[in-house]
């Protein structure tokens, strides 16, 4: 079965230019989400999506960050305009569910560095 | 909120040494946890999960039991490989927001010497 996957891997932009990130789900598994994870600690949610519908979407900045998920399967993660501190492993995850016990499967990552 | 606290790294053991990673949470419902690994240049895998109370989740001989009473979710493993150099991530799920998302503690770097 294959995985999460995420492109790019690797990505380097000036500050103030944009950038989006691309995830394909599990097939078959109809809830994504979004991490963000900065050098040294855990990842944290930007957004969930359940289908094309946003779950939790509280923690996203969203006067640079915003996220869609037209056809309820991939998604793609744009930040407009970049700052420094979005310098980070922009993580994609899925799970068959909603619920606690549902396991969150994770992608490879993209790595932003904003210069 | 919901918050999750791990020891920090690195922890550097020799091989065949017992490892514990301590873990310990707040939470404001009945979590479910979990212990996720990053290995050098990889993504982040699952390694065990606990669902509910004196549950002990285990895989590839790493062990948690989810204790409520102390609220804690300790990793252990009896004798651990050069192989299991890795940062471990403990995290817990939570139905105190609108969805089901996992909140990690900070992560400890393991490092195993020959």
């Known amino acids: 079965e294959a995985g999460v996957a995420q492109s790019p891997r690797y990505k380097i932009i000036e500050k103030r230019q944009s950038v989006a990130f691309w995830c394909n789900p599990i097939s078959g598994h109809a809830t994504l989400y979004w991490y963000q994870q900065i050098l040294g600690q855990g990842p944290k949610l930007l957004i969930q999506f359940q289908n094309n519908g946003v779950v939790d979407d509280s923690q996203l900045p969203k006067d640079r960050f915003s996220a869609e998920r037209l056809k309820g399967v991939d998604s793609t993660l744009k930040i407009q305009p970049a700052k420094l501190e979005d310098s980070a492993v922009y993580l994609c995850?899925?799970?068959?569910?909603?619920?606690?016990?549902?396991?969150?499967?994770f992608g490879p990552g993209t790595r932003l560095t904003v210069l | 909120g919901d918050s999750v606290t791990q020891m920090e790294g690195p922890v550097t053991l020799s091989e065949e040494a017992f490892l514990t990673i301590n873990c310990t949470y707040t939470?404001?419902?009945?979590?479910?946890l979990f212990w996720y690994v990053q290995y050098p240049g990889e993504g982040l895998q699952l390694l065990l999960k606990?669902?509910?109370?004196?549950d002990k989740g285990s895989n590839k001989g790493f062990e948690a039991t989810y204790r409520k009473e102390t609220t804690s979710f300790h990793l252990e493993k009896g004798s651990v490989q050069v192989s299991d150099s890795a940062v471990y991530f403990c995290?817990?799920?939570?139905?105190?927001?609108?969805?089901?998302?996992?909140?990690f503690g900070g992560g400890t770097r393991l490092m195993v010497k020959p």
């Open positions: 939470a404001t419902g009945y979590p479910s």
């Open positions: 995290a817990l799920s939570d139905r105190g927001n609108a969805g089901n998302m996992l909140t």
């Open positions: 606990a669902t509910k109370a004196d």
């Open positions: 995850a899925s799970s068959s569910g909603t619920r606690p016990t549902d396991t969150q499967y």
